[in-house]
């Protein structure tokens, strides 16, 4: 974990605390800063223009890398992701002020310790179904550029592997299939969240895969490939 | 039996005399007292009438003259006259004495010789008899003699020495003798029948009595009952095997088995039964041994023979049970292998009268015709399947293969006609195989029915008057009705069509509106708009050019040229790529001229010209012969001639560069000015085909028997290229089809399930589509968020306003 630098600001661990601030988030802004834990909002801003220059409305690449150091975590782990759907980030590798703020009130944090303590909440978050659903389909919103409606299939397969990398049996394979099929340069919306649909409902060996159902014509080609290549395996082992 | 009271019964009889009469006239005497006298007349002859009527056994009049006994005497008050007459005694042996003499007849009557008394006389002995009180003693006697006789005439039967037709005959012979006897007895004791047997319930007519005698005594003897149905049946096997036999004699035997009443049991159920095992084996055999056409004949033949046996001798309650074994032994057994074995072979060779009788034989039988119409059904896709499916994409099988569906399409229609009565269960089939088969290659029939209408519809066409023509186009509807793809048609049709109009090829104006209007009618105006305006196009065109060539600009440009415009609105005519050539000054300014004309009379529109389907007339002179000519040719082959007005000899690249004609197209066209029929150019080195480096001259020595000459342009190679960007273009006007189905139905429903969507779409949509096809536009109408999916249920989609 890289070491904690810079100030910090009053009352980095108070348990207690953390409770009764979640309770007065809005009325913490008004009361000021506090010295034990209540949420600030100039200190958080202080803490935002920390990662920025001077007349940067946005927190950029370089300043993510660093916060990333700062609270311990590394840019490719899926709490990032956790904290950005929390921000409600338009995209990755930046999170504007106002984002920010929003986030960071939600989050009742307002300096470096109390985010660290927040990670553990959020990486439950990942646990929810439902939660975690939602920070899929913004993960799409997130990753993909500006203006653009897909996702190109890289960066989808990095995000793909970063949400679903360990609880999806047939992840590996359907990034094998994605590479093989070049003609999918992109994924649209529809195809991310069918991902997610079929991950969940699709069993490893696709028994209970139905070919008339109502999978993206993507999804059906992979069936038919990873068949087909289950079915070679089979004959080289057998 | 008390005397007295018989003496006085006799005295009131004698008195009147003809009680019976009178109580049978009652009913007229009420009805008219005049005629009292003349019918007291009559009364004389009564007793030889009624012997008359007794012996034609009709019984009705027994019931109106068995009241005779007791007769009111409401008469006789009137008549009290004959008093004090004595009464008669009847004889001591009187009962003796008179059955002696009536058994004296009968005995005659059996042995069939003379009887001594007369037949009246015998006839009031019996009636006296009977008056006395003596008619159950009569009867007893009569039965036992009779029965005497009838056991008597057993033993013959009995010995073993004869054949079956000798023993048949021999109780023919004894059974007519026995009828007419009982007839005969019954006659002269018809007053015993008719009053005493009449009012006795439990004793049998006479006539029964005889029949009972018979039947007990000779026919239920085991060995003559199974002598005679043996012997039947063996005479019915020996004329179904083709001898002649003696019909009368099997007649007169089982109309006595009826009469005896032993038909159903004695003979039928083992005739029943020897049918059965005939047949079946027939059947077998025959089954193996002949084709179907001769098989059927026989079966026609067999049901023929027994319903003649039925007419003959038989009685009419076997019918229904034996022709239905004969069918069923025959027939219905046989179906799926008369079916499998005959069928295809008879529909093969359009054999009309045995596919009648076919049909005649299966629908005598449960299930028959329903069997024939699915092997009807089957026949016709498979034979339809072969005319259709052209694995290798053969193009000399493909060319017939429109004529090969017309023809093998009228032979069928005439055998449902002739030979199925036009059943509409086969109609019904037909329509079903042709659509179904027809569909196993897609789009290809579509293409080729559209061709095969061009070849119709095209001038020079001159095998078919216009009523043939007409016809022609309704057939020619019909197969179209079968297609599935019908946009690949319409495809295809325009390309022709527009091919025809521009070059003033087709055959008729008529048959191409009607065609048109069959057109319209079947698949409804949003199909033919396009071609209808293709039709107006051409005719605003000609107005446009007729003003045109009023125009003031026109005459003063026209010196050389004569020109003619077609506008092609875009969009009503199929595409063509635009193609960019050098023309010559004069036609580049007269093109000007007519741009300026049309957009001052139509601001705002576009011309575009179109090189490739220009044509044009060329006057030309061939020098050494001073020889003119007219020729005929494309707007390639003109560019290329006029070249040679200025110049005798062009290399390739020359004439190239000239015209500035792409390069496969250019090449094409000096092929058919240098190498076809109508060599107008010469070619060096000379070859078939045209090198880069090839020189080119005008030739001089030009020859040729018309005035006129048609040059042709080589045809294109290019009609697979063609043909496949034709059928690309409808699969892609399939793609809004389908999406304009999708938003249709999402729109209308808000929300539907996947599987209910797609089943909608099939509904809708008259072509034929792969559901992954479908699943394709739905995610491509997601992604252009027409519509969404469900966020919860992936299997949900949701109509986006």
């Known amino acids: ?238 | 039996m008390p005397l007295s009271s018989a003496n006085k019964r006799a005295l009131s009889e004698e008195n009147k005399g003809e009680p019976a009469l009178t109580s049978k006239r009652s009913r007229t005497e009420s009805k008219n007292r005049e005629l009292d006298e003349p019918e007291s007349c009559a009364t004389m002859t009564e007793p030889q009438k009624k012997a008359n009527f007794s012996a034609l056994s009709g019984n009705g009049i027994s019931r109106h003259a068995s009241p005779l006994a007791n007769a009111k005497p409401g008469a006789a008050k009137k008549l009290v006259i004959k008093n004090f007459k004595e009464k008669p005694q009847i004889p001591e042996n009187f009962e003796e004495q008179t059955w002696l003499k009536l058994a004296e007849a009968v005995g005659a009557i059996q042995r069939s010789c003379a009887i001594r008394y007369s037949l009246e006389e015998l006839y009031q002995a019996v009636e006296n008899m009977c008056s006395y009180k003596m008619a159950a003693g009569l009867y007893q006697q009569l039965q036992s003699a009779c029965m005497k006789h009838v056991r008597a005439n057993l033993q013959q039967f009995l010995g073993d020495t004869y054949d079956h037709e000798q023993f048949l005959k021999m109780m023919s012979n004894c059974w007519q003798a026995h009828c007419r006897q009982m007839i005969m007895i019954r006659s002269i004791f018809l007053f015993l029948d008719r009053t005493y047997v009449l009012q006795t319930s439990s004793i049998l007519s006479i006539w029964d009595m005889g029949l009972d005698l018979f039947r007990t005594h000779i026919i239920s003897h085991r060995t003559v009952e199974a002598r005679t149905v043996d012997g039947l049946l063996n005479l019915i096997e020996r004329e179904r095997a083709g001898e002649t036999v003696n019909r009368q004699l099997l007649k007169n035997l089982l109309r006595m088995l009826t009469d005896l009443q032993i038909y159903q049991e004695a003979f039928e159920k083992k005739f029943l039964e020897a049918t059965e095992r005939l047949y079946s084996a027939e059947g077998q055999r025959l089954m193996q041994e002949r084709d179907v056409p001769e098989y059927l004949a026989h079966v026609d033949k067999r049901l023929n023979e027994e319903n003649e046996r039925l007419l003959h001798y038989l009685d009419s309650s076997t019918k229904k049970p034996l022709i239905s074994c004969v069918e069923k032994q025959l027939l219905e057994q046989h179906l799926a292998q008369i079916l499998q074995k005959g069928l295809t072979q008879l529909l093969d060779e359009n054999r009309i009268a045995d596919l009648t009788l076919m049909n005649q034989l299966f629908s005598r039988v449960k299930d028959g015709l329903k069997e024939l119409c699915t092997a009807f059904s089957s026949y016709i896709k498979n034979t339809g399947r072969l005319i259709v499916v052209n694995p290798s994409n053969d193009a000399e099988k493909d060319k017939d293969m429109v004529q090969n569906l017309l023809d093998f399409k009228d032979k069928l229609d005439n055998i449902i006609e002739v030979c199925f009565a036009q059943n509409p269960k086969f109609v019904n089939a037909m329509k079903e195989a042709f659509e179904n088969f027809i569909n196993q290659r897609q789009n290809k029939p579509a293409e080729l029915i559209a061709k095969y209408v061009d070849s119709k519809l095209r001038a020079g066409n001159k095998e078919a008057t216009e009523e043939e023509l007409e016809k022609l186009l309704d057939k020619i509807m019909v197969l179209f009705r079968f297609i599935h793809g019908k946009d690949v048609f319409e495809a295809f049709y325009k390309k022709d069509l527009a091919k025809r109009l521009l070059v003033g090829k087709s055959a008729s104006v008529d048959a191409e509106k009607s065609m048109l209007s069959k057109l319209k009618q079947e698949c409804g105006g949003g199909f033919t708009s396009k071609l209808e305006g293709m039709f107006k196009d051409m005719e605003l065109s000609k107005d446009i050019v007729l003003a045109f060539k009023q125009h003031q600009q026109y005459l003063d440009a026209s010196q050389a040229i004569d020109l003619t415009v077609n506008i092609l609105t875009m969009g009503y005519w199929p595409t063509y790529p635009p193609c960019e050539v050098l023309l010559p000054s004069e036609m580049v300014y007269l093109q000007e001229v007519f741009k300026k004309f049309y957009l001052g009379k139509h601001s705002g529109r576009k011309l575009q010209w179109q090189p490739t389907l220009g044509h044009c007339v060329l006057k030309a002179e061939f020098n050494s012969f001073g020889v003119r000519k007219e020729l005929q040719v494309s707007l390639f082959q003109t560019l290329c001639l006029l070249l040679f007005n200025e110049n005798n000899e062009y290399t390739y690249q020359e004439i190239k560069t000239a015209t500035g004609i792409e390069d496969s197209e250019l090449r094409r066209t000096l092929q058919s000015l240098a190498c076809g029929k109508a060599r107008v150019l010469h070619k060096t080195p000379k070859g078939k085909d045209v090198e880069d480096g090839d020189k080119f001259q005008f030739n001089d020595e030009f020859k040729h028997k018309l005035y006129r000459i048609k040059i042709n342009q080589i045809q294109m190679k290019e009609t697979q290229e063609e043909n496949t960007s034709t059928t690309e273009r409808v699969f892609h006007d399939r793609q809004y089809q389908v999406d304009a189905a999708i938003v249709r139905i999402m729109k209308m429903r808000k929300t539907l399930t996947h599987n209910l969507l797609i089943s909608e779409l099939y509904n809708q949509l008259k072509f034929p589509v792969k559901p992954a096809d479908l699943k394709k536009r739905i995610e491509s109408l997601i992604d252009r968020e027409y519509m969404e999916r469900d966020k919860d249920n992936p299997n949900t989609y949701h109509y986006v306003a």
């Open chain 1, 1 to 238: 974990m890289p070491g904690r630098r810079r100030r910090r600001s009053p009352g980095e661990t108070d348990w207690p605390e953390r409770e009764k601030s979640k309770k007065a988030k809005t009325s913490s802004s008004k009361r000021g800063m506090s010295i034990n834990s209540a949420f600030n909002n100039k200190v958080c801003t202080s803490w935002f223009r920390e990662y920025t220059t001077k007349d940067e409305k946005c927190l950029g690449p370089e300043g993510m890398e660093k916060f990333c150091e700062d609270i311990g975590v590394e840019p490719e782990n899926v709490v990032m992701l956790a904290l950005a759907w929390k921000l409600q980030a338009q995209n990755m590798g930046f999170f504007t002020h106002e984002e920010w703020m929003k986030g960071m009130i939600d989050l009742q944090c307002d300096c470096i310790p109390k985010l660290q303590n927040k990670l553990e909440y959020l990486k439950s978050l990942l646990n929810d179904s439902v939660t975690f659903k939602s920070i899929f389909r913004f993960a799409f919103d997130f990753a993909k550029e500006e203006n653009q409606r897909s996702l190109d299939t890289e960066t989808a397969k990095a995000m793909l592997t970063l949400l679903l990398g360990g609880q999806w049996p047939l992840h590996s394979s359907f990034s094998q299939f994605l590479d093989q099929h070049t003609r999918y340069k992109v994924m649209n919306k529809d195809q991310w969240c069918s991902v997610l649909e079929f991950s969940r409902s699709i069993l490893p060996d696709l028994s209970n895969y139905d070919e008339d159902g109502a999978w993206p014509v993507m999804l059906d080609e992979f069936v038919e490939w990873l068949k087909e290549e289950q079915g070679q395996s089979h004959n080289k082992t057998s």
